[in-house]
């Protein structure tokens, strides 16, 4: 066996979740983890008391509008603000009464007119319209030859980025999808794929990246790529739910779409919904027992929308809602993974597998199973290969059909029930197969209320190479699928253990001043004999760590102590460093037969309390030091070193309270030194290219440390001058 490292698959990016099945997984912004997707409430419940509602729109940053058709008057607009407080109602007029549907933007709130065919933009605070887009505008951008009479709009969804896409028909009865941009401009036409028939409503998924087109019958949904413009996959609602036909569409232009219907051979019979996620795989239904009417047909919503894990119903008796909170009797939420096919070579005796580290944020409750299936069969391998990559079914399908083709090599489940966190990975021994091919799954269930779980990495490694391989070779078995006892407990002693080996292994990076943790600096420069204090910024702690060796060669020198400031002030600092008696050496002050001392000189001079001649000296009372040994002119004068600093005031709060007592650790024996700060820099009146001059005199002044009062400045490239006739020619007062 061969001592190397084993190899490994890493997944930790969104393109490499992406080569995953995932069902009931999303990326959250700014996340490269994968998030579980709360599961749908059963219950919904009624927020709003005002009715009928007739139209309600859900947008990203949470707000909720809706419209209330009052009888024998304007319709109302309530409205949820973004904190979930609902606002006074505004009268309602124009389009806004009658348009199909509404799509709330961020700033904006769009609504159409079908006949003829035309588009509105409002103010989504006041509903005053913003613009029109006209019929005769989209009719010509479509067909240059159209009528606008007969251009029929057919429903509108969100750009993603603002503006709309808008579904149309023309004169001989085609589809059209026109993307208007949220200045009205229309951007882009795609004629519908003949293969999805006659399209009765749209919506938008995957950030408006793939629009989902409902057809006519309610019997199907099409998920479009607009980037192509081709069909990526066809979702049959009667193969979800037989007899049933779709009435309402609702997406929420990111991983949500929720359709509402009824069974075709009852149309009385009972509302209900189905909720997808983005891929078109089922999350929820049929929901049937939705507004609590046991024992009779459950009343049908006018319209829906949803957003995240989150539906608005408009119903005859005001706004309801399903969310993910315990008052909506949410179930348990179960989602699955299955990787791609990954591979294991054999290569002289190394083959198989090792084990899956999964790093994960688990809640208390969840539970995660892990099995795999694996084969040799390179030729089975290929088409299941072949079948990951067919993306005309939801990863769901493919996931499941995958599994069933070779769960015959299925591995015995571990469940993981603890609570764990990302920073430990969680082991998975994977060693009973020696298959050169193998699939990993991992279902997560998750129960009503507890937080979602987040995978933030998952690694598979192999070949096996684990501690069996120290075993003597008696005691290992030809056969790894076979009895072997002992061969296993040493694997899942292994998988047990590899923390341990991770954190040996880790023992470097924490020696390392750019990856040592936090609270290691202290025990590493106290190792090291630094001049060291904790209070430091963790940044200055890290530069004295990255300079300790010039520090510590260097110690007691000039060089050394210019090194240590620029490491305790960093690099928008400057420094001055004056040393009297070194800088300037002892002159004498000449006579008639020698020429005086150059300039600058050090004058010094004897102590103020050693005695001297006087007037009312007595010679016979002081004793005058006239050895040759003790005719040293510094002997009176303590060695003194000045330092004088300029460095931004965060920078001088930090540093300033622990100096004295760093340089005292750095500075040779009796020396002294004295620390000056110099006042904060007035900031530039004049940019750097400027030719004029400024006057500026400060107000009011506040006594600060840095605090200049009654300051009056003149500046500029070319000042001008103020003379007894005023200024001179040019002068300029900004």
Known sequence: ??????????????????????????????????TQISAVGQRARRVSTLGPVGRVAAGRNGVVLWRIDVADTEPLAGRFDDDGRQTRTLALAGMLTESPRWVLERRALWAFRAHPAELGRFDRHTFEADFFVGPHTLAQYVDPGADAATFVARDIATDGHGGVWLLARTASRHDWLVHVDCEGRPRQRLRVPCEAGAIAQIGAIQRA????????EGISLWLMDLASGKLLREVRLDEVVGGWEARRLSTDGANAIAVGGVPIEHPLASWSMLVFDGTGALRAGPLDRLFDAAGSPAPRPADLAVQGDTVWFAMADGLWRLDSSPACEVPATVSHLLSPALHSPIIGTDRGWLRADLFVDLPLGATIVADYVSTS????????????????????????????????????????????????PVSVPLSRSSDSWLWLRLSVTTPPGAPRPRIVELRVLYPDRGLDQYLPRMFRSADPVGGDFLRRLVGVLGATTNSLDDRIASIGSHVDPASAPDDWLDALGSWLDLPWDSALPVERRRALLRSAGPLLAQRGTRAG?????????????????????????????GSRDSPGPRFPLLLTGASPRIAVLGGASRLNGTALACSPNDADPLRCIRPTLSIVLDAPKTVRASTEPVLPALLAQYVPAGLCVRIRWKPARVPALMPPDGDGMVLDAEGPGVLDDDCVIGRTVIVGTLPGKLGRDGLTVGFRIQ
């Not at 083709?405 to 603890?418: C, F, K, Q, T």
């Open 1 to 34: 066996m061969s001592n190397s490292q084993p190899h490994v698959y890493r997944f930790v990016q969104p393109e490499h979740w992406s080569c995953c099945l995932l069902d009931g997984f999303e990326h959250t912004a700014g996340d490269n983890a994968l």
């Open 209 to 216: 990246q793939t629009l989902v087109l409902l057809d006519q």
């Open 377 to 424: 069969d390179d030729l089975l391998a290929a088409e299941m290969v072949t079948l990951a990559a067919d993306t005309s079914q939801t990863d769901q399908r493919r996931a499941r059909e995958i599994w069933d083709r070779l769960a015959a090599s299925a591995s015995d489940p571990v469940v993981i029930e603890n609570k764990a966190d990302a920073s430990t």
């Open 561 to 589: 102590m210019l090194l240590l400031l620029g490491c305790v002030l960093g690099e928008d600092a400057t420094v001055e460093l004056r040393d009297v008696t070194v800088e300037h050496p002892l002159v004498a002050l």
